[in-house]
């Protein structure tokens, strides 16, 4: 298994400005999956991130508005950029492979 | 297209009750399914996977290709049961984890 950490657990942001997510494991994992949650939604992939390599989106997910960083096999970074209250969901932050993923505590994105 | 059903948002029992959630796919091939559950102030697990027929904390859940549905059932709930589950199905065209809405269920003393 895997502890994963993520912050901030919840932030309130203004239209138009961006966040930083940071996602931590706590041991060196190849795959790390970025999720959205929007209120009452299920669980929707916005990107693959590996290490060494560019972040692979999901269709309707693109790189200038969620962009990722993995600079290492124990971090990544998910920006939410010039955001709306559209953007307001729980963004979760997970290792593993698609047979067994670990989820982080997820950050609750408020956009007003 | 892949897609993953969950009909019930909220399902609630009485403790010893038995408990099915419902969980249908579509999807041509041969899916992989998992049920996921998130317990109250705890992230989101792994609970069972079809592949490995399994029995965890009772729940068992059955794929059934003709009528494209993995529901989760458990004989007699419990009350630490109540939870947030999620069915996710893996398939192979787009090699992604897809999951449904969720359902929630309470199981009352």
């Known amino acids: 298994s895997a502890v994963i950490s993520q912050k901030p657990s919840r932030d309130i942001c203004q239209r138009g400005t961006s966040l930083t997510i940071q996602c931590q494991v706590d041991?060196?994992?190849?795959?790390m999956f970025w999720y959205r949650q929007q209120p009452g939604q299920s669980l929707t992939l916005i990107a693959t991130a590996n290490q060494g390599s560019e972040a692979t989106y999901e269709s309707g997910f693109v790189i200038d508005k969620f962009p990722i960083s993995r600079p290492n096999l124990t971090f990544s970074t998910l920006t939410v950029s010039n955001m709306s209250p559209e953007d307001s969901s729980i963004y979760l932050c997970?290792?593993?492979?698609?047979?067994?993923?670990?989820f982080g505590p997820g950050t609750r994105l408020t956009v007003t | 297209a892949q897609r993953v059903t969950q009909p019930e948002k909220l399902l609630s029992v009485f403790k010893g009750a038995p408990v099915e959630l419902k969980c249908n796919y579509s999807y041509s091939g041969s899916p992989e399914l998992f049920w996921y559950v998130q317990y109250s102030r705890q992230r989101l697990q792994l609970l069972l996977r079809h592949i490995s027929r399994e029995s965890i904390k009772g729940f068992t859940a059955d794929l059934n290709k003709g009528e494209t549905s993995f529901h989760l059932k458990k004989p007699f709930a419990q009350e630490e049961d109540s939870a947030m589950y999620y069915c996710?199905?893996?398939?192979?065209?787009?090699?992604?984890?897809?999951f449904g809405t969720g359902t929630r269920l309470q199981v009352f003393p």
């Open positions: 996710a199905l893996l398939g192979g065209e787009t090699d992604k984890l897809i």
């Open positions: 997970s290792v593993g492979d698609y047979y067994e993923q670990y």
């Open positions: 041991s060196q994992v190849t795959m």
